[in-house]
């Protein structure tokens, strides 16, 4: 009950609460167990590729159908939350491909109702810039 009492708010410490169920969940790599936490009219879209998918078990059977090396693992670097809009800037690994997502999500009636996601490409960093800056591990 009181698990229920947190997810039906949606102030910013109950939604930052619900985004942080939800990369645990994903982290289970039981990408089914993910709709706890999503609406029934969950929507995530990517910019970048143009692609929106529509509801819970598509976005489930994306994950799972995802080729991958091995169990995904996601680490949760910073989630920046006001009200109901939430940021997580988050890297995802399955010990091959690595990847970086920033997440924007809106939570609803005490569910994640739409993510917008980017995935930004690393890339080298300039020459022209070496002496002023420090290159990152």
């Known amino acids: 009950m009181q698990n229920e009492q947190i997810l039906n708010t949606t102030s910013t410490d109950q939604a930052r ?27 995530l879209e990517w910019p970048q590729s143009g692609e929106r998918i529509r509801g819970a078990e ?3 059977k994306m994950n799972a159908e995802y080729p991958a090396h091995g169990p995904w693992i996601f680490t ?10 939430l940021v997580s800037d988050v890297s995802i690994t399955d010990g091959v491909q690595r990847a970086r997502a920033l997440s924007f999500f809106t939570v609803a009636n005490g ?10 490409d690393p890339f080298v960093a300039p020459e022209n810039r070496r002496h002023l800056v420090e290159i990152m591990a």
């Open 17 to 43: 609460f619900l985004v942080e169920q939800f990369w645990q969940l994903m982290a289970s790599n039981d990408f089914f167990s993910v709709s706890a936490v999503l609406s029934e009219d969950f929507v």
């Open 111 to 120: 569910k994640i109702q739409k993510i917008v996601e980017f995935w930004p």
């Open 58 to 60: 598509n976005f489930a």
């Open 76 to 85: 949760v670097h910073q989630i920046v939350a006001e009200h109901e809009k």
